[in-house]
T-cell receptor
Framework: DADVTQTPRNRITKTGKRIMLECSQTKGHDRMYWYRQDPGLGLRLIYY???????NKGEISDGYSVSRQAQAKFSLSLESAIPNQTALYFC???????????FGSGTRLTVV | QKEVEQDPGPLSVPEGAIVSLNCTYS??????FMWYRQYSRKGPELLMYTYSSGNKEDGRFTAQVDKSSKYISLFIRDSQPSDSATYLC???????????FGAGTTVTVRA
């Protein structure tokens, strides 16, 4: 099994719908992150969590919310999806030392 | 101005050539510097990691950090078609473990 698992891998949804992207990890890391990737813009941080009770906004949190259900689970919700939220979404984890992130395989989301 | 600038390319080289990639940054607090490799339809994977200034070599890969110029580089020697991917630079400060990423450079190594 992958260290970081994201579901679904692909999703097409309609404007205005609520959608949840899920992430689970087996690394045992406390720190988890949600990024979106757009062509030419790289990875931008949406939300991050340093433990179950600590959730923080990233640089582009508007229109998104998150839930840290357990150390291993961190989900991202789009409350009312809009077309410019069409992107590739990545979940990542890291340990307390700055040794780099482990990424999931991503969720490709299309909002029509 | 973005905190981390990276030329998106694309970059196309013949097999065996040296690939040179670089990023510039504006935040002098950055201490940790990384390079990630991302294959199509996959998540980024950590390729090289450097703390503060200096060089680091790992097989065909060499990472360089010049903090005085706020400039980092990745060199790939004897490039192979399997090196075809997008390469992303990333960096963070010592008190803030959130990574800031460059836009990524797409590299194609032609057989």
């Amino acid at each position: 099994d992958a260290d970081v698992t994201q579901t679904p891998r692909n999703r097409i949804t309609k404007t205005g719908k609520r959608i949840m992207l899920e992430c689970s990890q087996t690394k045992g890391h406390d720190r988890m992150y949600w990024y979106r990737q757009d062509p030419g813009l790289g990875l931008r941080l949406i939300y991050y969590s340093f433990d179950v009770k600590d959730i923080n906004k990233g640089e582009i949190s508007d229109g998104y919310s998150v839930s840290r259900q357990a150390q291993a689970k961190f989900s991202l919700s789009l409350e009312s999806a809009i077309p410019n939220q069409t992107a590739l979404y990545f979940c990542a984890t890291s340990d307390p030392g700055m040794s780099g992130y482990t990424f999931g395989s991503g969720t490709r989301l299309t909002v029509v | 101005q973005k905190e981390v600038e990276q030329d998106p390319g694309p970059l196309s080289v013949p097999e065996g050539a040296i690939v040179s990639l670089n990023c510039t940054y504006s935040n002098s607090a950055f201490q940790y510097f990384m390079w990630y490799r991302q294959y199509s339809r996959k998540g980024p994977e950590l390729l090289m990691y450097t703390y503060s200034s200096g060089n680091k070599e790992d097989g065909r890969f060499t990472a360089q950090v010049d903090k005085s110029s706020k400039y980092i580089s990745l060199f790939i020697r004897d490039s192979q078609p399997s090196d075809s991917a997008t390469y992303l630079c990333a960096m963070s400060g010592s008190n803030d473990y959130k990574l800031s990423f460059g836009a990524g450079t797409t590299v194609t190594v032609r057989a």
